[in-house]
């Protein structure tokens, strides 16, 4: 089947879910008005913000971050989207632009909550 979806914990999921919208766009399809929130993308997968408990350090679904995700995009939104999040002094830039000689593009920065994310475009997709 797939994966559906891809849950970030954060303090402040309204800061991060708009901040993920504003640069990669997506659809708000569920708000549970308690901070849970799922954007949804052109080919139906979703990322799932979900607001840190900090009373159950035990509780690893609560627990604070990811190890990294990878925004897959056109070269053209590619060449778009890297100079917005170099302008954003919100983020953290951890690797610059590198193109392979197959034309795989990747830009590794982290979000304005800290995760590991990187923009990504493959010019042959996987699968």
């Known amino acids: 089947m797939g994966i559906e979806h891809l849950g970030i914990v954060s303090k402040d999921t309204l800061r991060l879910k708009n901040w993920y919208q504003e640069i990669f766009g997506g659809d708000v399809v569920y708000d549970n008005g308690k901070g849970t929130y799922f954007l ?3 080919d139906k997968s979703m990322i799932e913000f979900v607001m840190a408990t900090d009373d159950k350090p035990e509780d690893v679904e609560k627990s ?4 990294h995700i990878a925004m897959a995009v056109s070269s053209e939104e590619f060449d778009r989207i890297v100079p917005i999040l170099k302008a954003d002094d919100r ?3 951890v690797h610059d632009v590198s193109e392979n000689a197959k034309g795989l593009k990747t830009y590794w920065f982290r979000d304005i909550d800290g995760n590991f994310a ?3 475009y493959r010019p042959q997709p996987l699968v």
Do not use: V
């Open 40 to 42: 949804a993308f052109e």
């Open 64 to 67: 604070a971050g990811i190890r």
């Open 91 to 93: 983020i953290e830039e």
């Open 118 to 120: 990187h923009l990504i």
